[in-house]
């Protein structure tokens, strides 16, 4: 395709943004990044980055007009200003700007669930009509399971998300709500539901219509940011029901909604075995890092490959894989030692230049022949991360 020769543009400078960009370069495609600055991770990989914010339209446009096509590292970017920016430029998105607007708010998810008949847990939206307080206040006693207040925008890693405890009450409540209100992001409020786990479907849909989604795996929060993924799921106990579920429920989403590239499906699993849907990321996910050692093909090739219209790779994987997130540990450090892998595994590392505690430095991929050694194989990754910790608390 004629496009394979021009620049294809990422705009972000972060994790994702690297290892699209990676992916990119193992295409023989010429990335070019919108970052920060020249230490941002996809930015060390791209000499011919653009350094700025895209919050700012003259760098904006600048960057648009050097590239073909545009992936997003992530949903936030305000879609008018995108639009604004690329007005009579020849510059395609994937996902369109249209869709990344009704994807990048949460309650605009909650709606294209329901008219699409996919179950999610009942929620209710704030209104400004309502005092804020008495409104958290109803809302603590509205769901006897227990109530969950998000942020419909820029809530990620379990920020923009509060969960009700017996600790965690209303001047809590109150207090969290106020900081949306001041940062202009609308609220809504769902109901606690209880489940026995959480999974995730990374699924990838052409521009041409082509349509492939990945095996279903299990993933483990803590503190709300994505610590664990193992898979196949229906090899560790997941009916391969929920798996077909999943599919069906990506599939049907992609297709109405014309939705082009690699996006992510969070879901609960019930305790009655149903499956909802928590949220729905429009982009290359977390739980999908597995692909880049486990899979045949990356969640980050097929992203290019949808967005380009090209023949999508095989999504064929590893009979049992699990990937872990490397988080800042709570040490001050200028400078990160590597963590030590073994021969079953593969250290992916960001090449972040801050350090602080919880921040994602980078993740550890691994394969096994069998479903069966998959704790084995999360024992060894483990034991990786605990080792280079201590290592850390050394220097």
């Known amino acids: 395709m004629e496009i394979l020769g021009n620049s294809v543009g990422i705009l972000g400078g972060g994790q994702l943004a690297r290892m699209l960009a990676e992916s990119a370069l193992r295409l023989g495609l010429k990335p070019r990044v919108l970052a920060g600055n020249s230490s941002d991770p996809a930015a060390q990989l791209c000499p011919d980055s653009i350094f700025g914010s895209w919050n700012d339209p003259v ?8 590239v073909s096509v545009v992936a997003f590292e992530n949903e936030f970017i305000p879609c008018d200003l995108l639009q604004e920016a690329a007005d009579g430029l020849s510059v395609r998105f994937f996902p369109r700007i249209e869709i990344l607007f009704q994807l990048q708010d949460k309650i605009r998810q909650k709606d294209i669930l329901e008219k699409l008949k996919i179950p999610t847990a009942p929620h209710e939206v704030f209104s400004e009509k ?5 409104w958290c206040q ?6 006897p399971e227990g ?12 920020k923009g998300t509060w969960i009700s405890s017996e600790t965690r009450q209303l001047e809590s409540a109150v207090e969290f709500c106020q900081e949306a209100v001041r940062r202009k992001v609308p609220l809504y409020s769902e109901q606690k539901v209880a489940f026995r786990r959480e999974l995730s479907v990374v699924a990838c849909r052409s521009t041409t219509g082509e349509f492939k989604a990945y095996p279903l ?6 503190g709300g940011v994505c610590r664990l993924v193992t898979g196949p799921a229906v090899r560790l106990g997941v009916s391969p029901q929920l798996e077909k579920q999943a599919h069906q429920h990506a599939r049907t989403l992609a297709e109405n909604l014309d939705l082009h590239g690699t996006f992510a499906i969070e879901f609960f699993e019930m305790l009655d075995g149903s499956l909802w849907v928590n949220e729905i990321a429009p982009r290359v996910h977390n739980t999908g890092h597995f692909t880049q050692d486990g899979s045949a093909t990356s969640q980050f090739e097929n992203h290019w490959r949808a967005g380009l219209g090209l023949s999508l790779g095989d999504v064929d994987c590893a ?3 699990a990937m872990l997130n490397l988080l800042g540990p709570n040490v001050e450090a200028k400078s990160a030692e590597l963590p030590r892998v073994t021969a079953r595994t593969h250290l992916h590392w960001y090449g972040k230049s801050e350090l602080r505690a919880g921040r994602k430095l980078g993740h550890i991929n691994g394969r096994v022949d069998t479903a069966e050694e998959v704790p084995s194989l999360v024992r060894e990754i483990e034991a990786c ?3 280079w910790i201590e290592r850390m608390d050394k220097t």
């Open 147 to 158: 109530t969950v207040l998000k942020w419909a925008q820029l809530g990620y890693d379990g």
């Open 59 to 66: 760098v904006l446009r600048r960057f648009l007009s050097q």
């Open 217 to 222: 795996v299990i993933s483990v929060q803590s």
């Open 138 to 143: 109803r809302q603590m006693g509205k769901y």
């Open 130 to 134: 309502e005092g804020l307080r008495s």
């Open 385 to 387: 991360e605990k080792a």
């Open 319 to 321: 009979p049992g894989f």
